[in-house]
């Protein structure tokens, strides 16, 4: 008798924890009806998914070894939007506005401590409008303030290069409200490297 009442709870509990599953997922991808998709992430002007970002400049005039120059890093990320039901044709009301981003380094030996083995992590304001047929971005990938703190600073006298990985994500609002974002990645190495 007592086993009958179990078998009952039992099916109860794996139809339970299948609904929650099932709800994270929805909860995961937002109410948006759409996908944010990044098609690629590149920096500098070689438009390649790795970066040599240098700590200072030497030259030309006016930038010296005693008085280096320091130059902010741009990034392009190509951005488009692809319905979640493939069914559906996207309106107007589908497209995204993207207005913020965040950038985080780490590295692949697991020393990510910012400010002592890697930047610091930081906020960007952006305004671009995504649509299904694409957008590119141009943004401030790593601002020159960053290569005046440490641990990029002591890299202007060292010889040694600093392998990260930039973990980019951008943030917006389709025409209804509805939260949408996207994360990219791409491998920056800051070192003094020669001019």
Not at 20 to 41: H, I, K, Q, Y
Request: aromatic share 6%; glycine share 8%.
């Amino acid at each position: 008798m007592a086993d009958m009442r179990i078998a009952p709870r039992l099916l109860a509990g794996v139809v339970l924890i299948a609904a929650t599953a099932s709800c994270g997922d929805v909860v995961r991808s937002g109410r948006s009806p759409v996908f944010l998709v990044m098609d690629s992430l590149t920096g500098g002007s070689s438009g390649a998914n790795t970066m040599l970002s240098d700590v200072a400049v030497m030259s030309p005039a006016p930038c010296s070894q005693a008085s280096p120059c320091v130059e902010t890093d741009f990034g392009e990320a190509q951005l488009h939007l692809v319905p979640k039901n493939i069914d559906v044709l996207l309106t107007s009301n589908n497209e995204v506005t993207i207005s913020r981003y965040h950038i985080s380094f780490r590295r692949a030996d697991g020393r990510n401590t910012p400010g002592v083995d890697v930047p610091y992590g930081w906020d960007g304001a952006v305004t671009a409008g995504i649509s299904e047929s694409g957008t590119a971005i141009v943004f401030e990938l790593v601002r020159h303030v960053t290569k005046s703190e440490p641990p990029l600073v002591q890299l202007r006298s060292n010889p040694s290069v600093i392998h990260t990985i930039a973990e980019v994500t951008f943030y917006g609002t389709d025409l209804v409200g509805n939260a949408v974002s996207v994360t990219g990645s791409m491998s920056i190495e800051f070192g003094n490297f020669a001019d």
